[in-house]
């Protein structure tokens, strides 16, 4: 592919706001695009009118719908990356000089298909580094989500304190006069 195409490519499948490729994206009334845990710590808690972090413009979502097309063409955008990462000379197999295609689920290594079917590996679990990769993706977005959650809920508690303590200092001030 055509470098230029790559780089414009590449830019329309990254978030804006963690320059990643997209994770969970969604699109809100403008027409721009956010990974969800982006969009949810930049907007977490903000009145129900908020603005783009691309064209300002006002948005009142509420209700995000994941982009699916965007999602699949981030998923090839990484898998590309992927292949390309493993492709280079420093991750060839030293032994064998074959390109490492497998993860060792036990010693968390990338392998080539011998040495995943030598003595060392051989009683190991194995699979495509494709579906390691996406599989220990998923299990971290399921963190994340949980852990933004928290976040909100910490945020939410953080400003009913806050406001409490202006009431009390508003109360000392009233019984201060």
């Known amino acids: ?41 930049n907007w977490q808690d903000i009145p129900i ?10 948005t009142q979502q509420r209700n995000l719908k994941t982009n699916i097309h965007l999602k699949k063409m981030a998923s ?10 493993l492709s280079s000379e420093e991750q060839m197999c030293g032994t064998h000089r074959e390109t490492k ?3 060792c689920e036990v010693d968390k290594s990338l392998l080539c298909s011998l040495c ?22 998923e299990k971290l977005l399921k963190k994340m ?3 933004w959650g928290k ?3 910490n945020q939410r508690n953080l400003n009913v304190e ?9 109360f000392g001030d009233i019984l201060y006069r």
């Open 162 to 170: 806050t406001t409490r303590i202006r009431h009390w200092k508003a």
């Open 116 to 137: 995943s079917s030598s003595q060392e590996h051989r009683d190991h679990r194995h699979c495509p580094i494709e579906w390691a990769a996406e599989e220990h993706r």
């Open 145 to 147: 989500q949980s852990l």
């Open 76 to 85: 090839l955008a990484r898998k590309a990356s992927l292949w390309l990462f």
């Open 1 to 41: 592919m055509n470098s230029g195409i790559s780089q414009v490519f590449q830019r329309e499948v990254t978030c804006p706001i963690s320059m990643n490729y997209f994770i969970d994206p969604v699109t809100i009334d403008c027409g721009h695009s956010f990974c969800r845990p982006c969009f949810y710590l």
């Open 151 to 153: 976040a909100r809920e």
């Open 101 to 103: 295609k497998m993860f």
């Open 49 to 58: 009118l908020t603005h783009c972090f691309e064209c300002i413009k006002s």
